[in-house]
């Protein structure tokens, strides 16, 4: 083999390899990205509500709460004693950074015209879960504190109809 034909072999293999590299990036190029599942909508806060939220949680980590936001039936459950020590707790969790809000909640036992909501409350030490129903005219009829959202046991009430006896062994 001359070294004219050696070249030629040499430029016929690097254009060969080019053609090569050049088909292969076409190739992927046109290639469908995999497709991603839609994201879950974002549930959207009532700036009302989420005001009320950070004041009442700030309230809380100072142990200063204002009575007469809460509904009737849980004014008589606020005991000096309660409130200090959730205050103590959620004090420990330093100042309050962000509230974001998680969504809606519902129980079997929330009136028809009140609402339950969850936030979650950034603090500079931790995060907190704030659980809270608003009755119908706008007072905090439920409120509470969670470290984690968990599934809760639900309890079927009892009826009067007499419970089923059991079926004998074999």
Known sequence: MSLRSLRISGSAALAALLLCFVCATVAH????????????????????????VRQQFVAWQAGNLNKSLYSPGVQGKLTDA???????KLAALGPLIDTVYVGPFYTSDIPPDAHGYIY??????????LLTILDAKGKIAT?????????????????????????PSP
Not at 33 to 44: A, E, G, L, Q
Not at 120 to 129: P, R, S, T
Not at 148 to 159: C, I, M, N, R, Y
């Open 120 to 129: 979650q409350m950034e603090c500079h030490a931790g995060k907190v879960y």
């Open 82 to 88: 309660m409130v200090n020590d959730v205050s103590k």
């Open 29 to 52: 190029a046109r290639s469908k990205p995999t497709p991603t599942p839609s994201p879950s909508p974002t549930p959207v806060a009532d700036p009302a509500v989420t005001k009320i």
């Open 143 to 167: 409120i509470f504190f969670k470290d984690k959202l968990t599934t809760e046991t639900v309890e079927v009430p009892a009826s009067s109809a007499p419970a089923p006896e059991p079926s």
